[in-house]
């Protein structure tokens, strides 16, 4: 059974810095991506930042591209998001993405099999 746990959620003024962390369990990041995905209220799921395992490719949404950093710890099977000059358009639940499912755009949230419960991260003006 696979399991994805964030961490590191939390309120934030606006220039400021969150780092999330996802942890595994169940789920070998080998041979595929993980990532993160956000979804404010009354908006749909939108696609964060994601990165192949050993960290040769990497995403980033238009969005947050220049402010975000993908990371990850491959051995210990996870993933960060370095968040900086955070905006409160930034405000939402995010969401730890994991296995492609190799169909559709990263983009697209139907594409990753599994997905953590979220941490919301809030940024105030």
């Known amino acids: 059974q696979v399991e994805l746990v964030e961490s590191g959620g939390g309120s934030a003024q606006a220039g400021g810095s969150l780092k999330l962390s996802c942890a595994a369990s169940?789920?070998?990041?080998?041979?595929?991506?993980m990532g993160w995905f956000r979804q404010a209220p009354g908006k749909e799921r939108e696609a964060v930042a994601a990165q192949y395992a050993g960290g040769t490719i990497s995403f980033y949404s238009d969005s947050v591209k220049g402010r975000f950093t993908i990371s990850q710890d491959n051995r210990n099977n996870m993933v960060f998001l370095q968040m900086d000059s955070l905006k409160p358009e930034d405000t939402a639940m995010y969401y730890c993405?994991?296995?492609?499912?190799?169909?559709?755009?990263?983009?697209?949230?139907?594409?990753?099999?599994?997905w953590g419960k979220g941490t919301q991260v809030t940024v105030s003006p």
């Open positions: 993405v994991a296995e492609r499912r190799w169909k559709d755009d990263w983009t697209d949230a139907v594409e990753f099999k599994y």
């Open positions: 169940g789920f070998t990041y080998s041979k595929n991506y």
